[in-house]
Antibody, heavy 116, light 107 residues
């Protein structure tokens, strides 16, 4: 059974850093691509970042230079390191498995609130 | 960057009705388009990928069609559990992106 479980969200001050985790089971992070998608309160979905099976990562322009996507294959877990956080980064962050480009398995999300 | 525009923003319909949701891309896509359903306080759920292929476990009343810049999601007979927000998502071009969503509400 496929499971995707995010953690690490919380309340953080502007300019601070946070690391989100996404632990998966039922597939391996070394052989699959995963994406982070976020949703600001009451708003739509925004694609944020991807890590491909080969290890390459790409970010949306809105987070480029501030967010870093990485993985630990021994723990079957991926991470989103978020630095220089801004109020506009406040959102529910979802981790999802990439299936030929579409995102077919999603976690329940972890909430990040950036506020003084 | 491809802009995805969904219409209408909100649709009021009655259970049992047939409904069609639209998604327009600012540039031509191949068939690299997906549809998602999201209910309050839940993660999005993949319904359709490849513009017209139903994801595993998705009922046959959901169907997707379209090509180029115009895509549609059709629900043949609305059930109570179908009232939700629907998003289209293009993964044909960089960066991938979502439409702004269409909310289906009970009339």
């Amino acid at each position: 059974e496929v499971q995707v479980v995010e953690s690490g969200g919380g309340l953080i001050q502007p300019g601070g850093s946070l690391r989100l985790s996404c632990a998966v089971s039922g597939f391996t992070v070394s052989s699959n691509s995963l994406s982070w998608v976020r949703q600001a309160p009451g708003k739509g979905l925004e694609w944020v970042s991807v890590i491909y099976a080969g290890g390459h990562t790409y970010n949306a322009d809105s987070v480029e230079g501030r967010f870093t996507f990485s993985r630990d294959t021994s723990k079957n877990t991926v991470y989103l390191q978020m630095n220089s956080l801004r109020a506009e980064d406040t959102a529910m962050y979802y981790c999802a498995r990439d299936y030929y480009g579409a995102l077919n398995y999603w976690g329940q999300g972890t909430l990040v609130t950036v506020s003084a | 960057e491809i802009v995805m525009t969904q219409s209408p923003g909100t649709l009021s319909v009655s259970p049992g009705e047939r409904v069609t949701l639209s998604c327009r891309a600012s540039q031509r896509l191949s068939s690299n388009l997906a549809w998602y359903q999201q209910k309050p306080s839940q993660a999005p759920r993949l319904l359709i990928y490849g513009a017209s292929t139903r994801a595993t476990g998705i009922p046959a009343r959901f169907s997707g069609s379209g090509s180029g810049t115009e895509f549609t999601l059709t629900i043949s007979s609305l059930q109570s559990e179908d009232f939700a927000v629907y998003y289209c998502y293009q993964y044909n071009d960089w960066p991938p992106g979502f439409g702004q969503g269409t909310k289906l509400e009970i009339k």
